[in-house]
């Protein structure tokens, strides 16, 4: 991961159960619970408005966060789910896990194409068509990737992206075994269309043809 780990605010939580949970709601924070890591799990709350802050900002499950409560260590964690209300879909509940930098985790990772510019295909008035706008990744916590980045230079229409083409970060690898498709680039919509209609044209001649002949 480039950068620094960020980091993730949080006071422990007193009490637990559903009584607790909603009086956090009632303070405005959002609880949760941080387990795993050969640890007792530890019950915790983040404000409402930072949590939603960074939700929004996204990426919020494929981050490698370093935690801070006060009176605990700091510890890597990633989130792995947020429960949200189902009329209003804001945050209600959290669960992260702790992590050492060792460990091995799966993450969608966010792919990024460059040189568009460059792609024969796109010049003609091809359209690069994303199939797959994240690949989860086998990766170590410590060095978590930003992005993956696909260099379509070169690329024709009808060309094909796959994962096996595409220089992944070290110490990667997909979590699914065949090689899949990332994108293509198709060619537009209207040069389809015209080539269509040629064709209907030239039949049509042809059949009026064929009944000249016959009348002849």
Same mark, same amino acid.
Request: hydrophobic letters at 40%; charged letters at 30%.
């Given at each position: ?16 159960g ?9 303070d ?6 941080v $387990? ?15 949590? $939603? ?6 990426? $919020? ?8 409560? %006060?009176?605990?260590? %700091? ?37 990024? $194409? ?14 690069? +068509? ?18 993956? +980045?696909?260099?379509? +230079? ?13 220089d ?10 065949? %090689? ?6 198709s060619?537009?919509?209207?040069? /389809?269309? /015209? @080539? %269509? ?7 049509? @001649? ?11």
């Amino acid at each position: 991961m480039a950068g620094e780990i960020p980091d993730l605010v949080a006071l422990e939580r007193t009490g637990t159960g559903k009584g607790a949970a909603r009086q956090a709601r009632r303070d405005g924070m959002v609880p949760g619970i941080v $387990f795993g890591g050969d640890k007792e799990p530890l019950p915790i709350q983040i404000p409402f408005n930072e949590l $939603f802050k960074r939700l929004k900002a996204g990426r $919020f499950k494929s981050t490698l966060w370093n935690l801070k409560v %006060d009176g605990h260590e %700091d510890v890597r964690v990633i989130c792995r789910d947020v429960q949200r209300d189902v009329v209003k879909d804001l945050p209600t509940h959290l669960d992260l896990m702790r992590l050492r930098r060792t460990t091995k985790i799966a993450l969608y990772i966010p792919v990024e $194409f460059i040189n568009e510019d460059e792609a024969p295909g796109i010049k003609k008035g091809g359209v690069l +068509t994303v199939v797959r706008p994240e690949v989860e990744l086998m990766c170590t916590a410590g060095d978590i990737p930003e992005k993956i +980045t696909v260099d379509v +230079t070169g690329l024709n229409i009808n060309d094909v992206v796959t994962i096996s083409s595409v220089d992944l970060p070290a110490g990667t690898k997909p979590t699914i075994d065949r %090689d899949f498709v990332i994108a293509n680039i198709s060619a537009p919509t209207g040069l /389809s269309t /015209s @080539d %269509d209609e040629e064709g209907e044209e030239v039949a049509a @001649d042809e059949v009026e043809v064929v009944g000249q002949e016959a009348e002849e």
